[in-house]
């Protein structure tokens, strides 16, 4: 892989628009995201640095140390820290890095393979980036891509330095061109069908991960009087655009333990539902048995 550090060109396409304030010998290294105020391509003003970028309208966006570009404008954020706050994020981090969910990551890259890996893939509310990750382990080939509405979740992703393009963003307003990606998915995160249409090219995959109806039973039964599935990303309201392509239901049982129990609480909405004293039995709690249960949809672009 390239220079970890460096953001990953691609080459000017012919008919793209040629940037101002651009380095000749940039020779137009064009970014994958579109400029989010005016929709024109992005472009390297310098090909050795690759730190600026900006559209023919001068519209410019500095990338990040890490590697990310902050494509999110003050219009599309409701909050001044939209997403997942960075308590949830690290949590999540912490939890994923275990390895509990490993056979989802697993499941996830056999979907996304099924079509070769020669891809470019989008993920949409990539998180702390742990399943592009376990995509980049499995393939060196594959064009990858996320997008969050999280600062800190875009910048831990970045960190993770694995070649992929990563912006803050949001899933309402896709910073990427129409028909510029082969497989979107969103794994536990919001989704907007019509911006997911625009951006797949045709005959392009979306494929939605949610939980099913066990999914951290054993953790809500701790919370709930009953069992109070977590309401998913669903777009099977919406399915003028796509065709329904299969479902998998994947599940395990986990014990989780000691701290871990707490970051599991945490990076799930039951964290604002649990009482502050169910939140201190489950950080005193050394051994956590549940169900964890996945629902991974396919769809294709019509
Ligand atoms: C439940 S987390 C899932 C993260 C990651 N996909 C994972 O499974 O580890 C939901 C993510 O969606 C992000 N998010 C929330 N609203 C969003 C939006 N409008 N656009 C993009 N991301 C958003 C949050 O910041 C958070 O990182
Ligand atoms: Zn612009």
């Given at each position: 892989m390239s220079d970890p550090f460096s953001y990953p060109p691609v080459r000017l396409r012919e008919n793209s628009h040629p940037a101002h304030q651009i380095d000749e010998s940039a020779s137009g290294m064009i970014s994958?995201?579109?400029?989010?105020?005016?929709?024109a391509n992005l472009v390297a003003t310098n090909s050795a640095t690759n730190k600026t970028y900006c559209c023919v309208n001068n519209h410019s966006f500095d990338m990040a140390k890490e590697g990310y570009l902050n494509l999110l404008l003050a219009q599309h954020r409701r909050s001044r820290n939209p997403g997942d706050s960075d308590d949830m994020i690290r949590s999540r981090r912490r939890f994923l890095k275990t390895g509990y969910y490993h056979f989802l990551a697993n499941s996830i890259v056999s979907h996304v393979l099924q079509t070769g890996d020669n891809q470019k893939v989008l993920d949409m509310g990539c998180g702390e980036g742990y399943y592009l990750q376990q995509l980049r382990q499995a393939s060196n080939q594959l064009d990858l891509c996320g997008i969050d509405i999280s600062k800190t979740a875009v910048r831990l992703t970045a960190k993770r330095k694995m070649g992929a393009q990563l912006a803050v963003g949001s899933a309402f307003n896709l910073p990427l061109h129409n028909d510029s990606v082969d497989i979107a998915m969103s794994v536990f995160s919001p989704i907007s069908v019509t911006e997911t249409a625009r951006v797949l090219r045709p005959g392009g995959r979306l494929i939605m991960v949610g939980p099913g109806e066990r999914h951290l039973a054993g953790l809500t039964a701790k919370i709930y009087a009953q069992n109070v599935p977590h309401r998913g990303n669903n777009i099977d309201n919406s399915l003028a655009l796509f065709s329904p392509q299969g479902q998998l239901d994947i599940k395990d049982t986990i014990s989780v333990k000691d701290a871990d129990i707490l970051d599991l609480l945490k990076m799930t909405p039951y964290y604002w539902h649990a009482q502050p004293e169910q939140q201190d039995q489950l950080k005193n709690l050394q051994r956590l048995q549940t169900d964890v249960h996945f629902t991974i949809k396919s769809y294709q672009l019509k």
């Open positions: 994958i995201f579109k400029c989010p105020k005016c929709n």
